[in-house]
């Protein structure tokens, strides 16, 4: 199935789809990945789970977060001039987070059913952009790595203005040079083909608070278990 969805063309629209209640919004996140390989949703995140989110991110202290560039895996490859973003890894160690674990599982387990992606496990992170900061044009996930299939992206900022900037940018393919936007607001819901479509951030004037997160395949070996601990 993962082939058959990178062979097809993305469009740059995504489908109009009216969701009335959680099927519906899995059903209509289902078929754009089916038909064109990624979704935006605007503001569809129940809106209890976007305040708890909201308020506990807000709320966090400095201390859990750690520069994005110097964090684990794909990031640890990664320096300060290509993302300048802070993050914190989502364990489902607080109400919040935990409730945002609940909602991705539920959404996984919908994925699987419909479109067979064999969806194994999800990794997330929050994630704060103070005002400047970035995240250059980058893949979630190497090819052939069949690791991060599918990307996921949320974002907790209420009242932003289209001139507020912090655009993500997401590109059909390594030559596109206009692609996507989508504006970081409050409860828009963003996914794509982690290894299919560049993407990148663009400087915000504001804070910018979101949530990234990663689908992934059963990568486990001898060697390593998945998921990572
Ligand atoms: O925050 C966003 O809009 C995208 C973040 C991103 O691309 C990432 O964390 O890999
Ligand atoms: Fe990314």
Redesign the pocket.
């Known amino acids: 199935m993962t082939a058959l969805l990178k062979s097809q063309k993305a469009n740059s629209n995504t489908y109009a789809c009216e969701y009335d209640g959680i099927e519906h919004l899995f059903e209509c996140i289902a078929q754009d990945i089916l038909h064109q390989g990624f979704s935006v949703q605007k503001k569809a995140l129940p809106l209890p789970l976007a305040d708890i989110l909201h308020y506990h991110l807000t709320n966090m202290p400095d201390n859990k977060f750690s520069d994005a560039a110097i964090g684990r895996q794909l990031a640890q490859q990664q320096n300060t001039s290509i993302r300048s973003d802070e993050i914190a890894w989502i364990n489902g160690d607080s109400p919040a987070g935990t409730q945002w674990l609940k909602f991705t599982s539920e959404l996984q387990i919908y994925l699987n059913r419909r479109l067979f992606l064999g969806l194994f496990s999800f990794e997330s992170h929050f994630?704060h952009y103070a005002p400047g900061r970035f995240?250059k044009r980058h893949v979630?996930a190497f090819k052939g790595e069949a690791n991060r299939v599918l990307s996921l992206?949320t974002y907790l900022n209420k009242d932003w203005n289209d001139a507020d900037g912090g655009e993500?940018v997401i590109y059909q393919n390594d030559k596109d040079k206009s692609g996507i936007t989508v504006y970081?607001e409050y409860g828009t819901l963003t996914f794509f083909l982690s290894e299919q479509y560049p993407?990148e951030?663009k400087p915000a004037k504001r804070d910018r608070y979101?949530i990234?997160g990663w689908f992934r395949l059963n990568s486990s070996t001898a060697e390593r278990v998945d998921p990572p601990s």
Request: glycine share 0%; aromatic share 10%; charged share 10%.
């Open positions: 994630a995240y979630d992206v993500l970081p993407h951030v979101s990234a």
